[in-house]
């Protein structure tokens, strides 16, 4: 069965375009690359773009924002999705970094805002430049952890953005199933999305479970694999699934290339995928693949099967950049409020 070009997303008949196009990881030139990049997809067919404010302080924000204004396109027709930064994750600071998101992209709402992440950095800075992360001379974030521990706050505030107008959806990114709980049993407006790392090295298989049972999209990042920046980079001499034999043979079969196939792959799972390109050629490949017919069974299986061989490899390594992993947090969770005996 084809998995069709949107899938739905939050309580009110809304869909997000099924296949996205990420500014992650901008390169020299972010603002312009980004631009450049993101007006090259919107004329190519993409109406779903994929960017964070902590993607270059604001930078790409700005790109995507200059792009949607160089197209001839209109505003309602893209769905455009952002994150809260950890730096403001402050209650009281939710809506002013929305606000700051808002004028960067040049728009008044944004389709869906995500909790970028469930960890919460101190925030340092004065005028224009108020909104940064307090950083160690290692280049490390200082963590605030009273307010990690309280995300669940966090999502209060950004579920009265929803009331305001200014996002139409809320949802959250890098949650396992244990940090949904948390936010699930307090909720008034449960997330409409949980955004993470997923590829046939990475299956999550129980989370994506999870999240359906919940009603909550599941979108894919770095759904090709792929090296995030050097800070939070993990497992570097591992090559990525699209260099994988499994994946060049089903590739060949189908007359597709590799990345085609991981995101036809994704896409068959039922989850979004938004994967990040600069040429023209990656760009327009990218996109093709919600025309190309569905993979078989056999495939699929055989490209689940891949992580036998290496294990499980995820490509962000929270544990060298914060001292803990959110996905494996032992019994004593730094992230979480401690229990009050009494």
């Given at each position: 069965?084809?998995?069709?070009?949107?899938?739905?997303?939050?309580?009110?008949?809304?869909?997000?375009?099924?296949?996205?196009?990420?500014?992650?990881?901008?390169?020299?030139?972010?603002?312009?690359?980004?631009?450049?990049?993101?007006?090259?997809?919107?004329?190519?067919?993409?109406?779903?773009?994929?960017?964070?404010?902590?993607?270059?302080?604001?930078?790409?924000?700005?790109?995507?924002?200059?792009?949607?204004?160089?197209w001839n396109g209109k505003r309602e027709d893209v769905f455009i999705v952002t994150k809260l930064a950890n730096a403001h994750h402050k209650p009281a600071d939710v809506a002013a970094a929305l606000e700051l998101s808002l004028k960067n992209l040049g728009v008044d709402y944004v389709d869906l805002y995500l909790m970028h992440t469930p960890v919460a950095y101190e925030r340092v800075g004065e005028g224009e430049n108020e909104w940064l992360t307090a950083r160690f001379p290692d280049g490390k974030p200082k963590l605030d952890m009273p307010t990690t521990q309280r995300y669940d706050l966090t999502w209060t505030a950004m579920e009265q953005l929803v009331k305001a107008g200014k996002a139409?959806?809320?949802?959250?990114?890098?949650?396992?199933?244990?940090?949904?709980?948390?936010?699930?049993?307090?909720?008034?407006?449960?997330?409409?999305?949980?955004?993470?790392?997923?590829?046939?090295?990475l299956l999550e298989t129980d989370l994506i479970q999870f999240c359906n049972e919940n009603g909550i999209h599941v979108t894919a990042f770095s759904p090709l694999g792929g090296k995030p920046v050097a800070a939070v980079a993990a497992n570097a001499d591992v090559p990525g699934?699209?260099?994988?034999?499994?994946?060049?043979?089903?590739?060949?079969?189908?007359?597709?290339?590799?990345?085609?196939?991981?995101?036809?792959?994704?896409?068959?799972?039922?989850t979004s995928v938004i994967p990040k390109a600069y040429t023209p050629s990656h760009i327009a490949d990218n996109f093709a693949v919600l025309e190309l017919p569905d993979l078989t069974k056999e495939d699929c299986i055989a490209i689940d099967e891949i992580r036998k061989e290496h294990g499980e490899v995820r490509f962000i390594n929270y544990l060298s950049h914060w001292g803990f992993d959110i996905y494996s947090p032992g019994p004593e969770d730094p992230t979480e409020e401690p229990e009050i005996l009494s």
């Amino acid at each position: 069965m084809s998995h069709g070009t949107h899938f739905p997303i939050g309580t009110e008949g809304a869909r997000i375009p099924a296949l996205g196009f990420g500014t992650f990881q901008p390169d020299h030139n972010p603002e312009a690359g980004v631009t450049e990049a993101v007006l090259r997809a919107l004329e190519a067919g993409y109406r779903h773009i994929d960017t964070a404010w902590m993607y270059g302080n604001g930078e790409a924000e700005r790109g995507v924002g200059k792009a949607l204004r160089k197209w001839n396109g209109k505003r309602e027709d893209v769905f455009i999705v952002t994150k809260l930064a950890n730096a403001h994750h402050k209650p009281a600071d939710v809506a002013a970094a929305l606000e700051l998101s808002l004028k960067n992209l040049g728009v008044d709402y944004v389709d869906l805002y995500l909790m970028h992440t469930p960890v919460a950095y101190e925030r340092v800075g004065e005028g224009e430049n108020e909104w940064l992360t307090a950083r160690f001379p290692d280049g490390k974030p200082k963590l605030d952890m009273p307010t990690t521990q309280r995300y669940d706050l966090t999502w209060t505030a950004m579920e009265q953005l929803v009331k305001a107008g200014k996002a139409k959806h809320i949802g959250v990114s890098n949650f396992s199933v244990r940090k949904l709980q948390k936010v699930l049993r307090t909720c008034k407006i449960k997330p409409a999305a949980n955004q993470v790392e997923v590829h046939p090295f990475l299956l999550e298989t129980d989370l994506i479970q999870f999240c359906n049972e919940n009603g909550i999209h599941v979108t894919a990042f770095s759904p090709l694999g792929g090296k995030p920046v050097a800070a939070v980079a993990a497992n570097a001499d591992v090559p990525g699934p699209l260099q994988h034999e499994v994946v060049k043979s089903i590739a060949e079969k189908h007359s597709m290339s590799p990345g085609q196939v991981l995101l036809k792959w994704g896409l068959q799972r039922g989850t979004s995928v938004i994967p990040k390109a600069y040429t023209p050629s990656h760009i327009a490949d990218n996109f093709a693949v919600l025309e190309l017919p569905d993979l078989t069974k056999e495939d699929c299986i055989a490209i689940d099967e891949i992580r036998k061989e290496h294990g499980e490899v995820r490509f962000i390594n929270y544990l060298s950049h914060w001292g803990f992993d959110i996905y494996s947090p032992g019994p004593e969770d730094p992230t979480e409020e401690p229990e009050i005996l009494s």
